[in-house]
């Protein structure tokens, strides 16, 4: 279990602070907390209604009606406080805590507070698949002050953090919490209201930010509403617009040049300025360039950090007209894709592959089949590093959502010097894009611009799109004939090639898809917080007789990731090299941290790996998830849901990774799906077994292939 602190102290006044987030800049507020009567509440109350001017907000429930809210959701009349309000700024900033450390996944943060006003516990969400905060928070307050009953739970996002496990509420359940603050609902389709509707069923009272009666000025309910947004912009985007949340990042002088008319550009901006794109980088799950950037920069695209989440490094070139000695093509600090379009320099291919670079090819490369394959391998933020050339499709495609521009005190002249966006086709003023919710803030001797470009249409916007509201538009979406939107406000994107392949598949309408733990059916991945029990050395026959946990050789490994990995190195000959890696990624402090180390010493050093590997590793599995799903309810009763239904026939499972064909379906649906075909066998194998207890089997026919 992964804490990240408790504080103990009593809270006389509230301060609701900035949480400076890379590009937002909220004025820091204080205010004292007191008692107000009734009557100066309901003239604040009527004040703050007349002061929303957003049209956003005309899906909340405006803090006049606090008569009426008093048996509203759960609600009583006191409603959302100014100390409501700072908590869940505080557990905003908690969650954003991870941000660069590990791999981007829904952010949360869980501040426990008794009903004294003490602050049992501070957690967050460190990683995919790691335990939850408030999972956290109600382990750490009951360890320092056993009793927690009564008190409050602020989280800045609607519990979901691993789909098929209501662990996380079941926790704040029995734990017996009175009230759950939540700044948002959970933007993913299959989480949203889930937790709150269940945590009122239990009869806790749950507020929720912007619907429940506010007792404070607007400007501080908005403020707070808005570090809650700002905390999960990436997932806001991912839900709404069914792409990574694309950030367009540039330096330009200030006569709006990237490079000299030469093409060189190294530096335009500070080194501060530089510092903070590292950061940037480090909070994406993929950094994207074209091939130009590549021929004339030949850059690296690394966090320039020893340690932290380092992003894929992707390179976009349809002829594959690069250098053969590119700083990308080594792969030792960070993985690499190359995305090309079908049958280009096939043999350039074959030779980036030798290197471990992946490489992907599209009947047709474009930045919109960039970010849908994207999309589809779960990612959440995309940072686009691109010259004018591919800046502009991708903008017009309405790929890129958010801009991080940073503007130099230099002036460069000449006509021929590019630009950071090139032709949009656009021949008047007002065809301009204007940027949504535009933050200047000084860097260093530069300013930085950031802002969301009409294809986001803002997060406040996102957050009513997806509560069913109309989302803002600050221009109408135009649609050309080639179905691609002109630069506003994009229609739906069209379908990624997996999302369309599911829909077209004969068995769309009884197929499970599954990859992220966040994801829906996310409690089947490898990488859900699910422990696993199992021996030390080399497995070889996942059918043969397993002792009960406690052999000497038996250990707990964090995650079904965890188990995998360390198998590859599992040896009887005693190697220290192999046991030292094997301690390493049992002790990874998450299951994409163990795949990293397993992934990357498996490539460096190829013979560490176990000789029988190729033979083992379904078998290794198969044991794994057997541990897995006979040990936690949650998965095993998600599991058993895409079974056999009367007539209904079950589910096939499959596990959607575009870039797997070997345990996944691939891109194309030509992949193995092994692990899908190894969770169906787990599945009947339940079912039998719950059978053979319900009604026992003459002995003929019961089995010796048991869990």
């Known amino acids: 279990m992964q804490s990240v602190g408790t504080v103990a102290h009593e809270v006389p006044t509230v301060s609701v602070h900035s949480h400076q987030l890379p590009g937002h800049c909220i004025q820091h507020r204080r205010r004292g907390c007191h008692k107000t009567s009734a009557q100066t509440l309901s003239q604040q109350s009527k004040q703050s209604c007349g002061k929303r001017r957003n049209p956003c907000h005309r899906h909340r429930t405006c803090s006049h009606r606090l008569v009426q809210a008093s048996a509203h959701n759960g609600a009583s009349e006191t409603g959302i406080t100014g100390t409501d309000l700072a908590y869940l700024t505080r557990a905003a900033e908690l969650a954003d805590s991870s941000a660069g450390v590990s791999q981007p996944h ?108 506010c007792l404070e000025a607007v400007g501080l309910e908005e403020s707070a509403l808005q570090k809650c947004f700002v905390a999960n912009e990436a997932l806001l985007h991912r839900a709404a617009k069914h792409q990574p949340l694309g950030i367009f990042k540039y330096a330009m002088t200030l006569d709006g040049k990237i490079a000299t008319s030469m093409g060189h550009s190294a530096w335009v901006s500070s080194a501060i300025s530089r510092q903070h794109v590292f950061e940037n980088r480090a909070r994406s799950d993929a950094v994207i360039v074209g091939g ?69 090819e599209f009947d047709f490369l474009t930045p919109h089949a960039v970010a849908a394959y994207c999309y589809d391998r779960g990612f959440l933020q995309c940072l686009w590093e691109c010259g004018g050339t591919l800046s502009a499709p991708a903008i017009a495609a309405g790929v890129i959502h958010k801009t991080l521009a940073f503007i130099a005190p230099k002036l460069i002249g000449g006509v021929r010097a590019p630009s950071p966006v090139g032709e949009l086709g656009n021949v008047e003023m007002t065809q301009s894009l204007n940027i949504i919710e535009p933050r200047w803030q000084g860097s260093g001797p530069d300013m930085l611009l950031t802002g969301y470009l009409p294809a986001s249409g803002g997060l ?69 917080c699910h422990a696993v029990t199992l021996p030390e050395g080399p497995l070889t026959d996942a059918d043969a007789p397993q002792e009960a946990a406690g052999p000497p050789d038996h250990r707990e490994w964090p995650s079904v990731e965890h188990y995998y990995q360390a198998q590859k190195f599992a040896t009887t000959s ?42 083992a590793k379904l078998q290794v599995m198969l044991a794994a998830l057997r541990a897995k799903f006979t040990a936690h309810e949650g998965p095993r009763k998600l599991l058993l849901s895409t079974a056999r239904q009367g007539s209904a026939p079950g589910k096939v499972l499959q596990e959607s990774s575009p870039a797997d064909f070997f345990w996944a379906n691939g ?16 599945r009947d194998e339940l079912l039998l077994q719950s059978h053979n207890k319900a009604i026992p089997a003459p002995p003929s026919l019961q089995t010796t292939n048991g869990l």
């Open 106 to 213: 829904p952010n949360s943060g869980c501040v426990l507070v008794s009903a004294t006003g003490i602050v049992l516990a501070e957690t967050y969400l460190a990683a995919q698949g790691t335990t939850s905060a408030e999972l956290q928070a109600v382990s750490k307050a009951r360890q320092e002050y056993h009793s927690i009953h009564g008190c409050t739970a602020y989280l800045n996002l609607e519990t979901g953090d691993c789909h098929g496990d209501n662990a996380s509420m079941l926790a704040l359940v029995q734990a017996e919490v009175s009230r759950v603050v939540i700044g948002m609902r959970h933007p993913l389709a299959h989480c949203r209201g889930a937790a709150i509707q269940e945590l009122r069923q239990h009869g806790i009272r749950v507020d929720v930010l912007g619907e429940a009666p």
């Open 292 to 360: 130009q950037t590549v021929r004339l920069d030949n850059p690296r695209l690394t966090t320039r950090r020893d340690s932290g989440h380092m992003p894929i490094r992707i390179c976009m070139s349809r002829t594959l007209d690069l250098q053969e000695d590119a700083n990308l093509w080594d792969v030792s600090v960070a993985p690499t894709v190359v995305m090309t379009q079908r049958g280009a320099r096939t043999d350039f291919q074959r030779k980036l592959r030798a290197r471990g670079v992946e490489v992907v």
């Open 460 to 528: 406040e916007a996102l957050d009513a799109a997806l509560s069913g509201q109309p989302p803002l538009s600050s221009q109408p979406a135009a649609h050309q004939s080639n179905g691609t939107s002109q630069p506003g406000l994009p229609s739906d994107p069209p379908l990624s090639r997996v999302e369309a392949r599911r829909r077209t598949s004969p068995n769309a309408n009884k197929a499970v898809q599954f990859y992220k733990a966040w994801d829906a059916y996310g409690a089947l991945s490898n990488f859900s």
């Open 574 to 615: 005693g190697s220290i090299e192999n046991a030292a890696i094997i301690e390493l990624i049992a002790g990874a402090s998450s299951p994409e941290e163990a795949a990293r180390l397993g992934r990357r010493h498996q490539r460096l050093h190829p013979a560490a790996v176990r000789p029988d590997w190729d033979q």
């Open 667 to 682: 891109i194309d649906g030509t992949g193995s799906n092994h692990l899908g075909r190894l969770l169906m066998q787990v």
